[in-house]
């Protein structure tokens, strides 16, 4: 099924809501648990304010309209978020501040293809790497000559600096990834209220990151090994051996990338040949969603062309341009992903949802 035809099928399910879904949730089944991670574009960057414009243009009503009631932004009853310190049922805003992410439309097809209860638990940061920040246990420390060099480079802006504390970053967001998961799931009731003690399931994982180790040649040669590690050890420590496993492919620049860009997608989709993934690891390829129409202004000069702008784009093309858009289509698309890597087939529309 195309991007837009989802959509267009998840709006028309949003039209026949008329009450809230509290009571039509099954509880009898555990919570279906999402992790999604990653960096800036997981965290998501466009704007609320683009949103807010395009909803209300019948060239790109189409699109959203299903997010909306009466005017409103829809609080899904049935989906739950976490995102750091914020919670609550998923709607608009749960991406960086006034923004939205992939998590949007991601909550939304997942949602809409369970009876049982879903939470998405998003662990994301700007500026992290696979190879040093996300590095995962099994991939161990980089070379001694590449940690001594980091250290001459960091000892000529703090003389004081130690082996030490050049190895501590590493890994450290991964360790803090699990411990959000870990601690989430822990505590669910406190989180969220409505949970019964159904229990929970992993059913996903959705891994949106490659901007800090695409600019480095260093660490796009290893990213191949990195995320083959990556995958195992978050299954291996989360305790879910056959846990889906969803990968969105950088698609900066749409079909038109620079080299650097080039190389670093041929290593994430280097990983598609690891044979134990065979089936249980998808690649999303969202340069698919890329914005021509947002594109074309940005080139043309988005400050002198401030009110087209702000008609199709919020952010740089190192996020997506700020698409909402784009934002939504690769949230669907992942989405997809992981309910076929699930074996779930897509679901006819449903009448299920919220307020």
């Not at 997981?42 to 395009?54: D, F, I, P, T």
């Not at 879910?240 to 698609?251: T, Y």
């Amino acid at each position: 099924m195309k991007m837009t035809r989802l959509l267009a099928a998840t709006a028309v399910a949003a039209s026949l809501f008329a009450v809230s879904s509290a009571d039509a949730i099954d509880r009898t089944k555990p919570v279906k648990v999402f992790i999604l991670a990653g960096q800036s574009n997981m965290e998501g960057k466009a704007k609320l304010s683009l949103l807010e414009y395009q909803v209300a243009q019948p060239a790109t009503r189409g699109l959203f309209e299903h997010l909306q009631k009466d005017g409103k932004w829809i609080e899904r009853d049935d989906v739950w978020i976490k995102f750091w310190d914020r919670k609550g049922k998923l709607t608009v805003g749960y991406g960086s501040p006034k923004c939205i992410g992939p998590e949007l439309e991601f909550g939304w097809v997942v949602g809409d293809r369970y009876d049982e209860q879903v939470l998405l638990v998003k662990t994301a940061w700007g500026g992290r790497s696979l190879f040093r920040d996300f590095r995962p246990p099994s991939a161990g420390l980089p070379a001694d000559a590449i940690l001594e060099k980091m250290l001459a480079d960091q000892r000529k802006r703090k003389a004081e600096t130690t082996l030490d504390d050049i190895k501590k970053p590493f890994g450290a967001s991964y360790r803090e990834m699990l411990e959000e998961v870990r601690s989430t799931l822990a505590d669910l009731k406190t989180h969220f209220p409505d949970y019964v003690g159904q229990g929970c399931e992993l059913a996903g994982f959705v891994w949106f990151q490659g901007w800090n180790d695409m600019i480095d040649a260093a660490a796009t040669a290893e990213y191949a090994a990195n995320l083959t590690h990556f995958i195992r050890d978050v299954r291996k420590d989360l305790k879910a051996p056959k846990l889906p496993f969803v990968i969105g492919q950088m698609g900066v620049d749409g079909a038109n990338p620079n080299q650097n860009v080039k190389r670093f997608k041929d290593a994430q989709a280097a990983v598609m040949e690891v044979p134990e993934f065979k089936g249980n690891v998808a690649l999303v390829k969202t340069d698919a969603f890329w914005d021509m129409e947002a594109d074309a202004v940005f080139r043309k000069g988005w400050r002198e062309n401030i009110d087209a702008w702000n008609k199709v784009g919020s952010d740089y093309p190192y996020h997506y341009l700020g698409g909402a858009k784009t934002m939504c289509r690769i949230g669907g698309a992942l989405g997809e992903a992981v309910l076929e890597l699930r074996g779930e087939k897509k679901p006819e529309v449903k009448v299920k949802n919220a307020k």
